[in-house]
Structures are given as structure tokens and as C-alpha cells.
Nanobody
Framework: QVQLMESGGGWVQAGGSLNLSCTVSGVTVETHDMAWFRQSPGKEPEFVAKINRGGFASYKDSVRGRWDIDRNNAKNTLYLQMNDLRPEDTGIYYC????????????????RGQGTQVTVSS
């Protein structure tokens, strides 16, 4: 059984930092494209950051330079270090995994966590 469990969300003032973690079981982060998605009320989750099987990281334009995605293969865990947070970063953050071709679409990620809330106040 595949499980992805996010942690580390919370409330923070603008300019602050949070570090999200996603503990994975049932599949290995090293052999899958692993990504973070963000969902705002009434919208489908949108791509935020990804680390592919080769270890290459990619980001949504609005977070590039502020955030870092990483993984620990030994712990089978995915991370998202979020710095210089802004109110528009508020949302539910989901960890997701995909095995297959290149994609940043939520619908293509077959493994998904339950999400963790991030709230950034101005």
C-alpha cells in the first residue's frame, strides 16, 4: 500500500519560512518524479516544485529562488524548504509521486498525500 504523509505546515507571517516534509511508503522517492502541489479554495492543485528521478529540480516561476525541493533517499522522504513566504503562497500543499513521462499536471500524479495547510499572513 502506497502512503504519502505531509507535515510541517502551519501559520507564518510574510517573510517567514516553513519546511514541509513528506514521508513516503510503498514506493521509493528515488525512482519516481516527486512533486509538491498547492491548492487554493475552489481550484485544482497547481504545480509548485518537482524533483525528478535524476535529481533535477524544477519550480513554478513565482517560487524559484525562494524555495528548495529535496529528497532523502535513505529516509524515503521529500522536502520543501519555503523561504520568504508571501500571502499568495497560502494554500493546502500536497506531496505527489509519478512514474512515467514528464508532466506537471496534478491529474497525472498517481500517488498523493492528504495535504498540509500553509497560511501566510501579511
Amino acid at each position: 500500500q502506497v502512503q504519502l504523509m505531509e507535515s510541517g505546515g502551519g501559520w507564518v507571517q510574510a517573510g517567514g519560512s516553513l519546511n514541509l516534509s513528506c514521508t513516503v511508503s510503498g514506493v521509493t522517492v528515488e525512482t519516481h518524479d516527486m512533486a509538491w502541489f498547492r491548492q487554493s479554495p475552489g481550484k485544482e492543485p497547481e504545480f509548485v516544485a518537482k524533483i525528478n528521478r535524476g535529481g533535477f529540480a524544477s519550480y513554478k516561476d513565482s517560487v524559484r529562488g525562494r524555495w528548495d525541493i529535496d529528497r532523502n533517499n535513505a529516509k524515503n522522504t521529500l522536502y520543501l524548504q519555503m523561504n520568504d513566504l508571501r500571502p499568495e503562497d497560502t494554500g493546502i500543499y500536497y506531496c505527489a509521486g509519478h512514474y512515467g513521462g514528464y508532466t506537471n499536471r496534478w491529474r497525472d500524479y498517481e500517488y498523493r498525500g492528504q495535504g498540509t495547510q500553509v497560511t501566510v499572513s501579511s
